[in-house]
T-cell receptor, first 114, second 111 residues
Framework: DTAVSQTPKYLVTQMGNDKSIKCEQNLGHDTMYWYKQDSKKFLKIMFSYNNKELIINETVPNRFSPKSPDKAHLNLHINSLELGDSAVYFC?????????????FGAGSRLTVL | DAKTTQPPSMDCAEGRAANLPCNHSTISGNEYVYWYRQIHSQGPQYIIHGLKNNETNEMASLIITEDRKSSTLILPHATLRDTAVYYCIVRVVQGAQKLVFGQGTRLTINP
């Protein structure tokens, strides 16, 4: 199936730990994103990569480090996890430069920090 | 990006048309109106977009007023599976999509 897939779907961890969320898209898109949805359900962009190059970096603590080994993958590594990092993280992709440039989102990764 | 205003919640009977309004009075000439929805516990899903002409696809219709200051998303025959939060977003089509999701409209389809 063509899609944006994220792993893991659920992640429960202790404060201070380091964790990663992986994202892969097989849609052939050139741009990938990480969005965060907090407990109040607001969805906000964190990062965006275009062809492995960081192009959007919102005001996110530097404990969050995205990595894009190729244009089909965008991983999110979080160091020294804090309680406030608990949220659902959504990966997305789009094809810029042509057409509607709509985002296709993954199913989300729910991170719970205890 | 222009700001959008949507009612926080709406109800609609199953089988009827659901009409979701959105105000975007500060929209610029090159900004499109996009609609996404988020069904509970899922990722947002693209529905439809338009610039100034009315648009229709297999999911919905989008009606944009002539002055482009408001629009209406129409789900012609709502089903229970259409219960979701619907987001109206105004954005240029070029470049990385730094979408600004507001509170959206929580649409509940009642049997």
């Amino acid at each position: 199936d063509t899609a944006v897939s994220q792993t893991p779907k659920y992640l429960v961890t202790q404060m201070g730990n380091d964790k990663s969320i992986k994202c892969e898209q097989n849609l052939g898109h050139d741009t990938m994103y990480w969005y965060k949805q907090d407990s109040k359900k607001f969805l906000k962009i964190m990062f965006s990569y275009n062809n492995k190059e960081l192009i959007i970096n919102e005001t996110v603590p530097n404990r969050f480090s995205p990595k894009s080994p190729d244009k089909a993958h965008l991983n999110l590594h979080i160091n020294s996890l804090e309680l406030g990092d608990s949220a659902v993280y959504f990966c997305a992709s789009s094809q810029t430069g042509q057409g509607a440039n709509v985002l296709t989102f993954g199913a989300g990764s729910r991170l719970t920090v205890l | 990006d222009a700001k959008t205003t949507q009612p926080p919640s709406m109800d609609c009977a199953e089988g009827r048309a659901a009409n979701l309004p959105c105000n975007h009075s500060t929209i610029s000439g090159n900004e499109y109106v996009y609609w996404y929805r988020q069904i509970h516990s899922q990722g947002p899903q693209y529905i439809i977009h338009g610039l100034k002409n009315n648009e229709t696809n297999e999911m919905a219709s989008l009606i944009i007023t002539e002055d482009r200051k408001s629009s209406t998303l129409i789900l012609p025959h709502a089903t229970l599976r259409d219960t979701a939060v619907y987001y109206c977003i105004v954005r240029v089509v070029q470049g990385a999509q730094k979408l600004v999701f507001g509170q959206g409209t929580r649409l509940t389809i009642n049997p």
